[in-house]
């Protein structure tokens, strides 16, 4: 197995430590939603970017399904924007609920260019790294908003 397949199967094998760690059971149903609505704009997203050819990816699980990483755009993405809503500091300032945004889209986006630069999992053709960053916090607020608005406390509901 080259050096790729390895990053990827590692690439599950964190983002599944990370759910069944971080994720608590009672909120099994809202990590559910918020995965499958990311899961919706990625897939969105990831293949208009490719078949766009602003990104190829040579390497990747189902090469003759499809042209995007099954492993990114459709289990880590959607994983870690579980973990971004599940642990959102609601109530803490918009300082730093910035900043939550800002940690997580950065810290996808640093391991994203250092893989495009250093494997084959990912080559930007017609992109550069701030698209990137962009898409996941366009993609972070969809979600946020959606999570927010389908979860709304029952409290806030009309009544009447």
């Known amino acids: 197995m080259n050096k790729e397949y390895t990053i990827l199967v590692i ?3 964190i983002t599944i430590n990370l759910l069944i760690r971080y994720v608590p059971r009672n909120r099994s149903r809202e990590a559910w939603l918020v995965f499958l609505f990311k899961l ?17 990816y040579p390497i990747r699980f189902f090469m003759e399904a499809s042209r995007t990483s ?9 994983a870690i924007c579980v973990l971004f809503n599940l642990h ?12 939550h945004y800002v940690y997580y889209c950065s810290g996808i986006t640093i391991i994203e260019v250092f893989l495009e630069k250093n494997t084959r999992l ?7 790294w701030y698209w990137t960053w962009i898409t996941l916090f366009v993609t972070f607020y969809m979600s946020r908003k959606f999570y927010l608005w389908f979860f709304k406390p029952y ?3 009309d009544k009447s």
Do not use: C, H
Request: charged share 20%; proline share 4%.
């Open 40 to 56: 919706f704009l990625t897939w969105i997203f990831g293949l208009l970017v490719v078949e766009l050819d602003m990104i190829e």
């Open 11 to 13: 690439a599950w094998i």
């Open 122 to 128: 990912i080559i930007y053709t017609n992109w550069e």
């Open 70 to 78: 099954f492993t990114f755009e459709f289990f880590v993405y959607p």
């Open 88 to 99: 959102y500091p609601e109530g803490k300032g918009k300082g730093r609920q910035w900043m």
């Open 155 to 157: 409290s806030k509901v």
